[in-house]
Nanobody, 123 residues
Framework: VQLQASGGGLVQAGGSLRLSCAASGSISRIDNMGWYRQAPGKQRELVATITSGGRTNQADSVKGRFTISRDNAKNTVYLNMNNLKPEDTAAYYC??????????????????WGQGTQVTVSS
């Protein structure tokens, strides 16, 4: 299973970005998906999560500005980020809780991570 994240970049404060993360491989089912972020010198923090049924949760610091969504047919999770602030600058990592088929033909559950995409917000 692989997760490919995209959509990061450089934006001015008050601007918007949309992150995408697509899962691929021998996937039977994806349960929770979400995004974490990590700024230099800081611990990784949860940004937002979404269940397979569409229930969402966001960190207090992004409520009202960030929206998480997913397309189950495409195994893809999105993060729409509006009114970005310099403190949102970080590497953003997507994850997915996946039930997949391993090399010996067994179904296994695991948490998989994307490679990270950089978001930089200038003041």
């Amino acid at each position: 299973v692989q997760l490919q994240a995209s959509g990061g970049g450089l934006v001015q404060a008050g601007g918007s970005l949309r992150l995408s993360c697509a899962a691929s491989g021998s996937i039977s089912r994806i349960d929770n998906m979400g995004w974490y972020r990590q700024a230099p010198g800081k611990q990784r923090e949860l940004v937002a999560t979404i269940t397979s049924g569409g229930r969402t949760n966001q960190a207090d610091s992004v409520k009202g500005r960030f929206t998480i969504s997913r397309d189950n047919a495409k195994n893809t999770v999105y993060l729409n980020m509006n009114n970005l602030k310099p403190e949102d600058t970080a590497a953003y990592y997507c994850y997915a809780d996946v039930l997949s088929l391993n090399v010996v033909g067994e179904w296994v559950a695991g948490k998989y991570w994307g490679q990270g995409t950089q978001v930089t917000v200038s003041s």
